[in-house]
């Protein structure tokens, strides 16, 4: 005759919490780690591209900034006679180019190197251990190009994320009398002369900054 053990339920009784809480845990936990992986996986691969992005950006910067790198350009009619015409009614020409950078065969090298590891058509984006290894083996090869270009050319190097101050490059500075300028892209602009203890307000500014505009 088999004997029941009233009390094998209540002794048991932890144990099935256990058992049951695990399930439910292990379940949930896999429906949540397939979201939260895949969020911040978008998440790094978007840090990683925009990086990758900025350094193809800065490459191309610095093949126009290479004259053995550059093409030969055509001068058009057309453009000579609109810079011409802009002459002669005194409008301010907006052509703007940054200087040659000096000839050197290792740095035209480096540049190269980098404008080919930062290519965008030639990166992966496949989610494979093969695909993300090469991609994080090209993007650390073409930062420490980019970290000796810079010290080659006399730049310092950005990070991403980082605010621009949004004002044109304007800094403030003081005249010999202690009145206070702004230089920008246009020339200075005397902020304070003839307005002491007054603050002028953003129109008045613009007004300022126009009329710096049409002397130049």
């Given at each position: 005759m088999?004997?029941?053990?009233?009390?094998?339920?209540?002794?048991n009784l932890?144990?099935?919490?256990y058992?049951?809480?695990?399930?439910?845990?292990?379940?949930?936990?896999?429906?949540?780690g397939?979201?939260e992986?895949?969020t911040?996986?978008?998440?790094?691969?978007?840090?990683?591209?925009?990086e990758?992005g900025?350094l193809?950006?800065?490459s191309?910067?610095?093949?126009?900034?290479?004259?053995?790198?550059?093409?030969?350009?055509?001068s058009?009619?057309?453009?000579?006679e609109?810079?011409q015409e802009?002459?002669?009614?005194?409008?301010?020409?907006?052509d703007?180019?940054l200087?040659?950078?000096?000839?050197?065969?290792?740095?035209?090298k480096?540049?190269?190197v980098?404008?080919?590891?930062?290519?965008a058509?030639?990166?992966s984006t496949?989610?494979?251990?093969?695909?993300?290894?090469d991609f994080?083996?090209?993007f650390?090869r073409?930062?420490?190009k980019?970290?000796?270009?810079?010290?080659?050319v006399?730049?310092?190097?950005?990070?991403?994320g980082?605010?621009?101050?949004g004002?044109?490059?304007?800094e403030?500075?003081?005249?010999?009398?202690?009145?206070t300028?702004?230089?920008g892209e246009?020339?200075f602009?005397?902020?304070?002369e003839?307005?002491?203890?007054q603050k002028?307000?953003?129109?008045e500014i613009?007004?300022?900054f126009?009329g710096s505009?049409?002397?130049?």
């Open positions: 088999t004997t029941i053990n009233p009390f094998e339920d209540i002794l932890e144990e099935e919490f058992s049951t809480g695990y399930d439910q845990g292990l379940s949930d936990g896999i429906t949540a397939r979201i992986g895949r911040f996986g978008l998440e790094k691969g978007f840090e990683k591209y925009v990758m900025r193809h950006g800065k191309i910067v610095w093949v126009n900034r290479i004259p053995s790198l550059q093409k030969p350009k055509i058009t009619i057309s453009n000579s609109v810079k802009n002459l002669e009614k005194g409008e301010p020409s907006h703007s180019k200087p040659e950078l000096s000839k050197n065969e290792r740095l035209a480096h540049v190269k980098v404008y080919a590891l930062a290519e058509e030639s990166l496949e989610n494979s251990e093969e695909a993300v290894g994080d083996d090209r650390q073409a930062v420490a980019a970290k000796i270009i810079e010290k080659m006399g730049e310092s190097g950005g990070k991403v980082g605010k621009s101050s004002d044109g490059a304007i403030d500075t003081e005249d010999h009398e202690g009145n300028q702004s230089r246009y020339g602009l005397n902020l304070s003839g307005r002491e203890d002028l307000s953003p129109g613009e007004a300022e126009q505009r049409g002397k130049r």
